[in-house]
């Protein structure tokens, strides 16, 4: 499974999160083996061990700091570590929500539906030392039969959790019913609930969806595929009102014959809606009238049908709408989403290269206010600077707060200023909060600022040299970048003219520049060596600059003082000057390595030795083994390694060399039943060792085997195959069964031969 750990880069950041202490929405696992942190407000792709079933809606919940506590994927609750936790195995639920235990941070409730209808257990961190465990097994809640649509929301005292669903009243009538309860230290108490009766006869209405606005005033769940229903939310009284009589058929008004997933905007005036999976369209909610919302709707954009792109849709702590598209394997991201949808634009694939399953998590509602657009910025950040930050927010705050996160400044780590200045004691990375005052609540935004050290450079004062002497002039070690004034760009240059040489170093973001005076007292000789060996693709660079000449004449017919050299050949140089004429030869060679030295592998019978052998160039074989010369005879199998080195240029290759026993076929035995559920247990079908049955055959060169798998009507699913995992010829994981198999086995090493034939029939259980 590919595993990523990349940053997601925005356009504008949107973030507006409320105060420290409510971040426990600020993780996402969902997918096969993926993650999203929203911990630091610049959304982070994160990996997990975790692989979601697809028909089930993941649950996920982060404690007060925004660290992953545990998640679902409907069958198993998970702990930080991604282990099953104490009795987490549970029954499959198709809705799940984990929120805290109110007045007990070690506890959440896990609230699941499925269609024995709504109940819950609770967790306890602290259980099973620490890895956590359910302490209570599932709890009903009287309320259906059948199974319901779940969320939640912060109460505004920040402690208690209001958990509402949606329900269709047990399954087989078209009353559409919301409901909400209260969830405090002392237990879940119903609080309120409202219905309507939608006429469409003969149809299932389960509903689809279910979610709450940020500002925690609208809930919206759709049911039937094409209908959605409205309803107002008091999220201090956990009163539903308003709720808007669906009576229109929504596959007229709205355009959409599979209507199943929403989310609401971050200023909660929209909706967005996914249509069969292939197109997004946005609906104005702010008249509250059935009639104007059909009539609104925009098409953001429309893959065309039967793509079945979209899979689910979900709003983001930085304000932006994320889109699961399963059969890209990417996520696509609305930035703009509270824009007009004639403005509002899809970013493709800014994640990609997935293994997604439908559904991204369901989490509660921790915002509970308006998502403001907002954008810190700051300039210098080399240690010992200014380090100058700005703020825009679109709608005005009443106050703000700076947190530099740098305690070692005492008192100068905050400011209430609009564009404070700080100077930060030390390097390294710093989580600046900006908090702001707005909306009747303190919203905090996490910007990070990395402080950089200065690059060290002490070159002397004075450099004196003997006329003839060349004088290496060393700015330092790296990691720098460097600029001299003579234009080069190496650490080190040397000089043989006097005069005043200066060098910038920068660390990639810090400058620092010294520089050094240079006198010769004399002329200096040319000092060129008579022979040079150069590595293919180097050059040799010869400076006579300082050699004090009036002329010089290369005989490549070069009048210059800097010769470039990349070719092999002799060369001849005379300088003159007013003191004398010096005339010097020299050869430049040039060693070319192949582009291997060995093939990468090689595989043999155990009872023959093998000769490793490589061209020596001229120059100097040393082998892993410690043995040098040309070749080598090995005996044992593994990883040989060889460098050849001439002159200043070395060059190194390794082999892998497989040397194997004969193995007789009558040591080899086929499984009768294999289970690939996941587990990592008798995952595959294949031939295995009776002495060592975890070795690998498939990887053996010494074993061929083909293997051809038929179901019992004889279709073929698997042809010419060493090891089976139980799909078809397509990769869909093929249903519980006996199927047949015919292989074909030959062992081969050196004058030993064996071949056989066998068939037979393995039992594949899959718990499909």
Known sequence: MTKFNLMITVPALLYGAVSAGQLQDAQWVFGNDLGLSFQTGIPVVTSTTCNPTAA???????????????????????????????????????????????????????LRSNSNGFFYCIIDMTMDGGNGGIATGDVDITISANYCQITGSVHPNGEQIWIITSDNENGFSDNIRFTSYLLSSEGLELTDSISNFYIFGGWYSVPDDLRISPDCSKLATTYKGHYLVLCKFDNTTGELFDMLPSYIDFQTGFGVSDLDKIEFSPNSNYFYALGDQYFVKQYSIETWNVDAIAVSAITVENEGFGSEIWTDIKLGRDGAIYLHDVAAGEIDVIYNPDDNGSDVEITDAVISGL????????????????LMNISVEHIYECLGDSTAFTYNLTSPADSIFWDFADPATGVNNFSTEDAPIHVFSETGLFLVEFNYYANGSWNTLIHEVNIYALPEVNLPDMINACTGEEVVID?????????????????????????????TITNGTCSAADSTSVLFTDPVSLNLDSDYVLCEGDSLVLDLSASGADAI?????????VLVITEAGSYAVS??????????????AVVVFPASLLPASLTACASEPVELAVDDQGGVVAWSTGETGPSLWVDESGIYG?????????????????????????????PNIFTPDGDGNNEVFRPFMRTDPEFNLCNFSGIEVSCNIYDRWGNLHAESACVWEGRSKGGNLLEDGVYYYIIQIRSVCSDQDEKDERDGWVHLIAGK
């Open 56 to 110: 089930r809606q993941p649950a996920v919940v982060s404690d007060a700091t925004g660290n992953l506590v545990c998640y679902t994927d409907g069958d198993k609750v998970y702990n930080s570590s991604h282990e099953v936790i104490m009795n987490g195995d549970l029954s499959s639920a198709q809705e799940n929500l984990i929120v805290p235990y109110p007045g007990n941070p070690d506890k959440y409730y896990l």
């Open 355 to 370: 293994d997604l399953d439908y559904f991204f998590p369901n989490t509660a509602n921790f915002l509970c206010g308006m």
């Open 475 to 503: 700015a330092g070690v790296s990691p720098y970048t460097y600029l001299w004034n003579t234009g080069a760009t190496s650490q080190s240059i040397v000089v043989t003219s006097q005069g005043i040489y200066s060098v």
């Open 553 to 561: 004449d290369w005989s490549t017919g070069y009048d210059g003082t």
């Open 575 to 588: 300088a003159v000057n007013a003191c004398a004429s010096v005339s010097e030869s020299f050869d430049v």
């Open 642 to 670: 060889v460098s050849v080195s001439v002159g200043p240029c070395s060059f190194s290759d390794e082999i892998s060399v497989t040397l194997f026993e004969f193995i007789p076929l009558d040591a080899l035995e086929i």
